[in-house]
């Protein structure tokens, strides 16, 4: 049973492939990459990959299709040439295919237990997890305790793209917000006119917010942690800018605020490296941090859970920000 | 009891498929952005709905059940909403509920 | 070599040969950054099936359940997947200042340009 759902999703993935390589409308195609995403992200709840497609579906699906539609909004919606040589493309495609596919021969068997990848680390990990760190998801426990170094590197990889978006495309025609608010304009019949809109989006935000932080502290027993739970919330506030445009949006979070809070998570989640270290331990070692090395654990965990949500919810808004604040998309 | 849970949810579930397929079919053949909007919704409301009732009704009374109910709510209200947004600004675009039958195509 | 051994791995190349054909041939630059998405997100379906153990569940240690899927491949593909998106936005980035330099996104017309520069 679990094949045939297998195979049925791998089957469409390449369908939508396929179509995303034939057809011309840049819109369309980003439908298509959004309808891919969440094919991936139900075939990794097939494979037990559960915090994998919650990642997969809260930042692949939502961000990247909100990033291309602000794009195509900006740009052109339509390709307009041939393809280049296809015949040639399609001649090292295959090859390099075909040698890939030889490359797997070799390799294990889909779902081996005796399979050489389950036999070193991750044995430790499962059963040491819940003696030496503590938390139920063993995902939570490897991806902040365990190899903790590799997330503050990831966290830094988010920092760092904020702020090349931000140096490259900035925020057009900023001005004070005195003049923005008497600019800003919507009157009370502009909003009347989406009604329905701004009732259920009222209703629905502080629902969306919460929803937020129930998965950001919640990610110790069940899927969930810092990245989805900042990736959600900052789509909170994109729903909000949707509804009543970027100018209030930015006087609800103004921009130069958002750069403090991205560096404020970085900078926890540094800061508790380096504290542990002025305590005696390793860097990121959350042992010392109190007395009882499983409460100094779930300490450590905590904040730099933290530091990671509030880090991605501020780059992505401040993302999200610079790309619909371009001529073409300002009403 | 149990016997009678496991007919009504998997009745619920067979016409949540029906529904979807139908849907489905409808986008494709129906003539005009309106009725085809409308074929989609038809999914996304009744498809939804009866295949997460009659997930509910498999898990009995346990805290999944009050996962999917709220997911149920969810839907419930967001769905037509999305619907309402596309109709509203396709007609603002210009589009016309009901053409003259040899305008379409 | 049954087809179930390996069925996941060859689907996983053949969508990341997709990816690859899209980057390489067509002209668009958007189209280019989706087709890059498609390359990576099927490497991440590679490294996941590499984790899958029959019988096993998702790695939330709970009682009485024996076998796990493998975690670390998943923490790994946590990681990428959020890179991706980084690159992904810088990519976006790129393309809309091109877009400004040159007034279009297709690469022949801002080979041309350039060359007349």
């Not at chain 1, 179509?19 to 094919?39: E, P, Q, T, V």
């Not at chain 1, 501020?314 to 009403?331: D, H, N, T, V």
């Not at chain 3, 040969?17 to 280019?32: A, D, E, P, Q, R």
Request: with cysteine.
């Amino acid at each position: 049973m679990d094949l045939i759902i297998d195979i049925t999703l791998l089957t469409f993935l390449g369908i939508t492939a396929l179509a995303i390589n034939r057809i011309d409308k840049l819109f369309c195609i980003i439908m298509l990459s959004g309808i891919y995403s969440l094919l991936c992200a139900s075939l990794f709840v097939t494979m037990d990959a559960v915090d994998v497609a919650f990642t997969e579906a809260a930042v692949g699906t939502g961000i990247v299709t909100v990033l291309l539609l602000s794009t195509i909004g900006a740009t052109d919606t339509q390709q307009r040439s041939a393809p280049h040589r296809p015949l040639l493309a399609l001649l090292m495609v295959c090859t390099t295919g075909a040698i890939l596919i030889y490359g797997t021969m070799d390799m294990p068997a889909f779902g081996d237990p005796e399979a050489p990848i389950h036999q070193h680390v991750a044995p430790r990990y499962i059963n040491e997890s819940l003696h030496e760190v503590g938390p139920p998801n063993i995902v939570t426990s490897i991806l902040a305790s365990y190899r903790g170094i590799d997330t503050l590197g990831e966290t830094v990889v988010i920092f760092t793209a904020g702020l090349s978006v931000v140096g490259l495309i900035g925020f057009r025609g900023m001005q004070k917000f005195g003049d923005r608010k008497r600019a800003a304009g919507i009157t009370r019949d502009d909003m009347d006119e989406h009604l329905v809109l701004r009732i259920i989006i009222k209703m629905f935000i502080p629902l969306i917010l919460l929803f937020a932080l129930y998965v950001q502290f919640h990610g110790d027993y069940g899927p969930g942690g810092g990245f989805q739970a900042g990736v959600i919330f900052a789509s909170g506030f994109i729903f909000y800018t949707l509804m009543y445009g970027l100018d209030k949006a930015m006087q609800v979070m103004p921009p130069r605020v958002l750069g403090y809070i991205g560096a404020l998570g970085v900078l926890i989640y540094g800061g508790v490296g380096v504290t542990t270290m002025l305590l005696g331990g390793n860097f990121l070692d959350y042992n010392v941090l109190m007395h009882e090395p499983l409460h100094g654990q779930h300490l450590g965990i905590f904040l730099i859970e933290l530091g990671i949500g509030i880090t991605v919810f501020s780059i992505m808004l401040l993302i999200f920000f610079a790309f619909s604040s371009r001529k073409g998309l300002r009403q | 009891m149990e016997i009678m849970l496991n007919w009504i949810s998997a009745l619920s579930i067979g016409m949540g498929v029906f529904l979807g397929v139908t849907g489905a079919v409808g986008i494709f053949r129906l003539p005009n952005f309106f009725t085809r909007l409308h074929a989609a919704s038809v999914t996304d409301s009744g498809c939804a709905f009866l295949i997460l009732f009659g997930l509910m009704l498999q898990s009995g009374l346990t805290i999944p059940t009050v996962k999917l109910c709220f997911i149920l709510i969810f839907f419930l209200i967001s769905s037509p909403t999305a619907t309402h947004a596309l109709a509203k600004t396709a007609l603002d675009c210009g589009a016309e509920p009901t053409p003259h039958p040899h305008e379409e195509r | 070599m049954n087809i179930g051994a390996h069925y996941n791995y060859w689907v996983a190349i053949f969508l990341m040969m997709t990816g690859f054909y899209i980057v390489i041939t067509h002209g668009n630059l958007i189209k280019k950054l989706i087709g890059l998405n498609l390359f990576s997100t099927s490497v991440f379906i590679l490294y996941i099936s590499l984790a899958k153990v029959r019988g096993g569940t998702a790695p939330i240690a709970a009682p009485g359940i024996e076998v796990y899927s493998n975690p670390l491949p998943h923490v790994l593909i946590l990681t990428a997947i959020v890179v991706g998106v980084a690159t992904t936005a810088v990519g976006l980035a790129l393309v809309l200042l091109i877009y400004d330099r040159y007034g279009t996104i297709e690469e022949d017309e801002i080979r041309l340009k350039d060359d007349s520069l």
